[in-house]
């Protein structure tokens, strides 16, 4: 079985995707839901994906658990909610009785768009830290400036199941390395920290990247992690910006193929019944 463990849905509105909107995302302004998806999978070979929150809203992640409930291959939902407030506990529990809630894998904020310091406050990290005890990974999504930040925070909840997006973001199109290749080896020394080769092709050119743009960038994230510990997403519908899906297939499978369902499981727990490592 093979699992594509980063994938996106929404009905699109410019209030509740603005991000969409604001970054002059034409291409994305339409929905893109599981009738859309489906097939592309099936003529890939991909038997299951994992449904990443879009917008930060508890009812987006209401949404994303019915769609699972309704589609036996979404096997996991990582949704959104507000960590830093509190009542953390009682919030999973209620999701989890919702049509589709066994299917919610973990959580996700959309960090890389806060100021400086944010995974440094005690009230976001003690409610990350409370996802442990209730089984959720926490997806972590930054940018490359965030990432000596983004260390000490993996480091402090080191009994916490967390998910490196987009390998960190590094600066594809720039062809630089460094200083994210550093942090790439310091959280991949966390046996806690898992990384998805996801999202490279839109950190890379758009218009003119290669496969040779991205070998240097996921051989750092093998070395760092080991392919115990890296998983296979295709950031569908944001990476048609730069590529169609099977082209995001043909560029990160080689390196995922083997192990990517079983670092996915390893990361989320349970995929379904019919999902093996």
Known sequence: MQVDAHQHFWSFS???????VSNGLDALR??????????????????????????????????????????????GVVGWMHLAGGGVEEEVARLRTLPG??????????IQDEPDGFM??????????????????????????????????CAALDEQRIVLDHIGKPRIKDRVLEPWAK???EL??????????SGLVTEADWETWTPADLRPYIDVAMEAFGEGR??????????????????????????????????????YGPLGPDIAS
């Open 120 to 153: 440094d406050a005690a009230p976001f990290r003690e409610g990350v830290r409370q996802l442990g005890a209730l089984d959720l990974a926490y997806d972590l999504l930054i940018f490359e400036r965030q990432a000596e930040e983004a260390v000490r925070f």
């Open 30 to 75: 339409r929905d893109f839901l599981p009738p859309d998806l489906a097939p592309i999978l099936k003529a890939h070979g991909i038997d299951a994906t994992i449904a990443v929150q879009a917008r930060q809203s508890v009812e987006e992640t209401e949404w994303l658990l019915g769609l699972a409930a309704e589609n036996p291959w979404i096997v």
């Open 101 to 110: 809630g066994d299917r919610l894998v973990g959580m996700r904020h959309v």
């Open 230 to 267: 890296v998983m296979f997403g295709s950031d569908w519908p944001v990476c048609t910006l730069a590529a169609e899906y099977g082209a995001v297939v043909e560029s990160l499978g080689p390196w995922t193929a083997d192990s990517g369902t079983g670092a996915a499981i390893r990361a």
């Open 188 to 197: 991949g020394a966390m046996p806690h920290v898992s990384v998805k080769l």
């Open 183 to 185: 942090a790439m080896g």
């Open 14 to 20: 410019e209030e509740e995707y603005a991000w969409i």
